[in-house]
């Protein structure tokens, strides 16, 4: 019965993982979708490798419970308020100029947000990933969604969340061996310094994107 079971559970999840390998495939072998794809791929997975160690930054840096939530506050209220404007840029020029502007947004918030001394470049930091990195996503999956055919659409808006949410995971699941590469082969023993480089890496997936994005246009 254990045996049936375990088999009907395997034929029930061959479907779901078929779907998805299929529309990642999708995805790369398109080219109109596959820069902005691989920006988001990157970002989600470059993004989520300071996760862990987020707040505890905020901490080493001198914020309060308070200040953490109104640094979070703050990045999200400016992401409200500039989502509609993205929207237009994937309207009237494809996703590349939103994505790229949004990367760029993420890459500077971040190095600003990594180097802070004080709780006050904290909001600065907070401030500039507001002017775009929260609808990176956003405007990536509008993008794919509307140039993708009508009969795939809900197979992208559910294989772009769950790669996106897998790539999450790996990134978080990546920071012990990340953090023990800096303490033990690169000899950084001082916390909060280790913290900054965790804090300032996604920088450079972004800045990876904004170039990737750029060469695709050419």
Not at 79 to 88: D, H, K, N, T
């Amino acid at each position: 019965r254990n045996m049936a079971w375990g088999e009907g559970l395997s034929g029930r999840l061959k479907d779901p993982i078929a779907l998805q390998l299929q529309t990642a495939h999708y995805f790369w072998r398109t080219p109109a979708l596959r820069p902005p794809v691989l920006v988001i791929w990157i970002a989600s997975f470059g993004g989520a490798l300071h996760a862990p160690v987020t707040t505890f930054f905020y901490l080493e840096v001198g914020a309060t419970e308070t200040d953490i939530g109104v640094i979070g506050f703050t990045a999200t209220i400016g992401s409200l308020l500039l989502g509609p404007v993205y929207g237009w840029l994937v309207d009237r020029h494809r996703a590349h100029t939103a994505v790229c502007l949004s990367c760029a947004a993420c890459a500077g918030g971040c190095l600003i947000r990594g180097l802070a001394t004080s709780v006050r470049q904290l909001f600065v930091g907070a401030a500039v990933l507001g002017l775009g990195a929260g609808s990176l996503w956003t405007a990536v999956l509008a993008y794919l969604v509307v140039n993708s055919p009508a009969d795939m659409r809900s197979s992208v808006v559910s294989g772009f969340l769950v790669q996106v949410t897998a790539l999450r995971i790996l990134g978080k699941s990546l920071y012990p061996a990340w953090d023990y590469c800096l303490l033990h082969l690169l000899n950084w023993s001082h916390l909060l310094t280790r913290y900054r480089i965790h804090m300032s890496i996604c920088t450079a997936f972004c800045l990876w994107g904004v170039w990737a994005l750029l060469s695709a246009r050419k």
